[in-house]
């Protein structure tokens, strides 16, 4: 089992920058690939980002060069940098952690983050 905390959701304001957290416990060995993805209420929920054991990432089209994940195995942590945030950008922001066939998927409760000026 495997337990998943974000955090780092907040006002930003069109143009700004943040950076969400997402630490991992638990039985790690059987995680392959931790991702971002972010839901807009009505819509689906969409990849963002992620990052595999080997480092390999991949991201979302909606990322379009502004966000960049990246782990630290010592604390097990994957972050998502977040820069010039867009309106379309505010969303609750869930973190998953699977193993490599995606059989099995862990997800955190969310970090929400609205953008306003």
């Known amino acids: 089992q495997v337990q998943i905390v974000e955090s780092g959701g907040d006002l930003v304001q069109p143009g700004g920058s943040l950076r969400l957290s997402c630490t991992l416990s638990?039985?790690?060995?059987?995680?392959?690939?931790v991702g971002w993805y972010r839901q807009i209420p009505g819509k689906q929920r969409e990849l963002v980002a992620q990052?595999?054991?080997?480092?390999?990432?991949d991201y979302g089209n909606v990322v379009k060069g502004r966000f960049t994940i990246a782990r630290d195995n010592a604390t097990n942590t994957v972050y998502l940098q977040m820069i010039n945030v867009e309106p379309e950008d505010a969303a609750i922001y869930y973190c998953?952690?699977?193993?490599?066939?995606?059989?099995?998927?862990?997800w955190g409760q969310g970090t929400r983050v609205n953008v306003s000026s």
């Open positions: 990052i595999d054991i080997k480092r390999r990432t």
């Open positions: 998953q952690a699977r193993d490599r066939s995606g059989t099995l998927r862990y």
């Open positions: 638990g039985i790690m060995r059987s995680i392959y690939a």
